[in-house]
């Protein structure tokens, strides 16, 4: 307790964003979980479930270039806040008779959640910013990388959480636990979070949301393809690619998953160790050489399925070297975009690049069910290995070295 009392107020400040960030992923992955196994145990096909969050992906578009704007003119705190609130309306909705659950009733709950996400996610990330000396690249390199790594390991715990939630007390009684516990951590960032926190000096204007960085225009433009390469197979086709071919249950498939993003999250928050950045450090140098190797990895895994040759073996193995290179690849695009983002209204440029992101996991969700239909999972990852390949092309046009931005 002393140790936290001896804390400068801006870190006290930082652990009541991440908190909070921790406490909304928790409930985000066991929603998910817990949408998916209800509907599917209502009979529903995995691309019917699939389609349940549409909606989710595509005001995450939305919301991240609305939401860097208002957190660049009303301040970190509100954003964090009204995602908070927006999440536990989100969990109350999906509360009601198992008759209200239609699918379009569902897909506007899960719109109401990828708002709520989004706005924490832009206002965590954007946060960080604020509380790291300028030129200390090495130290913001870590502390992105621990809560971008922390955060994926607690939502593969969210996984875990909606299924035994689902088990204990049914699926309305899971929603009405989570919503009482999140409106317990809302009202305390309400008292908590300060005004001022990553609130612009100038107020940008509404136009302002639109990046005019080169640099960030060309690594968002690289997250976008990166994101859509992962979700192009893993959202749709390889959870009913594991069920229909290797004919593992329900309950395999989804602890399965969970474990393999706890995993990449924990390789996340150690990428720092693997990659000293420094101002000499190239980001054109070191995201083309990551993103080659994870490119080389998926092509791998897609030649094994097209010619069908030790496809479990291949398939379980690639998945693991995958998820290390594409957290590698995910952690190192998360630290270049703080570091690149202007300090006055951080969360706009920050906004601006989760929008891409969101866009990326939004093309690859539709790809990933309409693709894997029509031509198989080894098609899903040939267009994989096309993304990522996009990816290295455009991230070789970012700055020389970390310093220059």
């Not at 309306?89 to 899960?110: D, N």
């Not at 809302?186 to 979070?193: D, T």
């Not at 086709?237 to 069920?243: E, G, H, I, K």
């Not at 990522?388 to 046009?397: E, F, G, R, V």
């Amino acid at each position: 307790m002393k140790r936290l009392a001896s804390l400068s107020d801006d870190i006290k400040q930082y652990l009541v964003v991440t908190g909070n960030y921790w406490a909304f992923t928790l409930t985000d992955g066991a929603l998910r979980m817990l949408v998916v196994l209800h509907f599917h145990a209502l009979g529903y096909s995995p691309l019917s479930i699939a389609m349940l969050f549409l909606f989710y992906e595509i005001f995450g578009v939305v919301t991240n270039l609305v939401g860097g704007f208002l957190g660049a003119r009303l301040g970190l705190n509100k954003t964090m806040n009204i995602g908070l609130a927006i999440q536990i309306i989100a969990l109350l909705m999906l509360a009601v008779p198992a008759e209200w659950l239609t699918v379009v009733y569902v897909m506007i709950a899960q719109a109401l959640s990828g708002i709520a996400k989004d706005l924490n996610k832009m206002s965590a990330k954007s946060s960080i910013k604020m509380l790291v000396a300028a030129g200390q690249e090495g130290t913001l390199f870590k502390w992105v990388a621990v809560l971008t790594g922390s955060k994926n390991a607690l939502k593969g715990v969210g996984f875990f959480l909606g299924g035994l939630l689902l088990t204990l007390l049914s699926f309305k009684g899971a929603m009405l636990l989570m919503a009482g516990v999140l409106a317990l951590v809302w009202c305390y960032s309400l008292y908590a979070l300060k005004n001022d926190l990553g609130k612009a000096k100038n107020k940008p204007k509404f136009t302002d949301i639109f990046s005019k960085s080169r640099s960030i225009n060309i690594l968002s433009a690289a997250r976008l393809f990166l994101f859509g390469a992962r979700d192009v197979w893993f959202v749709v086709a390889l959870p009913v690619f594991l069920s229909q071919v290797f004919e593992w249950d329900h309950w395999t498939v989804g602890g399965f998953l969970a474990l393999w993003v706890i995993g990449y999250g924990f390789v996340q928050s150690m990428t720092p160790k693997l990659i000293n950045f420094k101002a000499s450090v190239s980001p054109a140098t070191e995201t083309v050489k990551w993103a080659s190797l994870l490119a080389l990895v998926t092509l791998g895994i897609a030649l094994s399925l097209h010619f069908n040759w030790e496809v479990k073996t291949a398939l379980i193995a690639g998945l693991m070297v995958f998820g290390v290179l594409f957290a590698i690849n995910s952690s190192l695009h998360s630290y270049l975009i703080v570091s690149m983002a202007d300090a006055d209204g951080v969360s706009l440029d920050v906004g601006f690049y989760y929008m891409a992101n969101a866009m990326g996991r939004l093309i690859g969700t539709v790809l990933s069910g309409w693709v894997f239909q029509l031509y198989g999972l080894a098609a899903c990852l040939a267009i994989s290995f096309i993304f990522i390949s996009l990816a290295a092309l455009i991230s070789a046009k970012l700055p020389a070295t970390a310093s220059n931005k």
